[in-house]
């Protein structure tokens, strides 16, 4: 299982810097369980991180000055030293952008973690408890009100597909639109079942990286399928290692290899360092 998109054809667009460790949500869809050579490590506490210098080469050598942080299977808002790794990235790469991939839950707790970043993406199901916790675990919704409100730049919506909220996404769409949301990106699960595109219904009103944007309630909303998004990255891993392909799945590993879903229970990761505190 791999993506399909085309490698060394499309442009370097952006950098991911992808931690390991323990999380504190437990998403059934998680990419992180497809790569396995990533289950031991947990860099969470880890200044400087392996491999970083290397990438930030990397960065250099195909003019990307955004860099964003992620995680593989863990809340990049976990990790221990923020405030170093943007002042490393900024020592290099002119005319950084800082931008972070998470799933909120740690939003208002650190404004001082957040006010670091110039820009970045909520995962967000849905605004139903029950639908929330089968695709990302136990705990409390982030207060995306809250988190916009306090924030100087706005974050973008990234709602994963799944057959728990499905039903409700134009629900969902309409809420976050009442909310102030700009940007939503509606994204095809990995590993899973594939969804297709449920938005054909509406006008496209243009196309992003080869993806389909509609304008829904004011609002960008693109579908994206990592397997044919025309798009390149520079990835560092949590192991040191650092790939110029866009399917991150392939990049963790000298081998590359990749487990298919069938691999994992439907309730999806189970390992014990992924078990952490909640909120």
């Not at 579908?223 to 040191?240: K, R």
Request: aromatic share 10%; net charge negative.
């Amino acid at each position: 299982m791999g993506c399909l998109n085309s490698e060394g054809q499309f442009s370097h667009w952006f950098g991911n810097i992808h931690l390991s460790g323990p999380c504190n949500r437990s998403c059934y869809f998680c990419i992180g369980q497809h790569m396995m050579a990533l289950d031991s490590l947990n860099v969470l506490d880890t200044w400087p991180l392996p491999g970083i210098d290397d990438f930030i080469a990397k960065c250099l050598l195909k003019d990307v000055s955004e860099v964003n942080l992620t995680g593989s299977n863990t809340d990049p808002l976990l990790y221990e030293h923020l405030p170093e790794l943007k002042s490393h990235l900024k020592r290099y790469i002119p005319h950084l952008t800082f931008g972070l991939r998470t799933n909120g839950v740690l939003a208002i707790q650190h404004p001082e973690l957040w006010s670091l970043f110039d820009k970045g993406s909520i995962s967000f199901p849905s605004f139903r408890s029950d639908v929330y916790t089968k695709m990302m675990g136990p705990g409390q919704i982030p207060d995306l009100a809250q988190i916009l409100k306090k924030s100087s730049w706005m974050p973008k919506i990234n709602i994963v597909l799944g057959p728990e909220n499905l039903p409700h996404l134009a629900e969902t769409i309409s809420l976050l639109s009442d909310l102030g949301v700009q940007k939503i990106n509606v994204r095809e699960p990995y590993g899973q079942p594939h969804i297709g595109d449920p938005l054909t219904s509406f006008p496209q009103d243009s196309t992003r990286f080869g993806m389909p944007v509609y304008k829904i309630h004011g609002v960008d909303v693109i579908y994206w399928d990592v397997h044919y998004v025309e798009v390149e990255s520079v990835n560092l891993y949590a192991n040191g290692r650092v790939s110029l392909t866009y399917p991150v799945t392939k990049g963790h590993a000298p081998t590359g290899k990749v487990e298919d879903q069938s691999h994992f229970p439907k309730s999806g990761r189970v390992r014990s360092q992924w078990l952490t505190v909640l909120d």
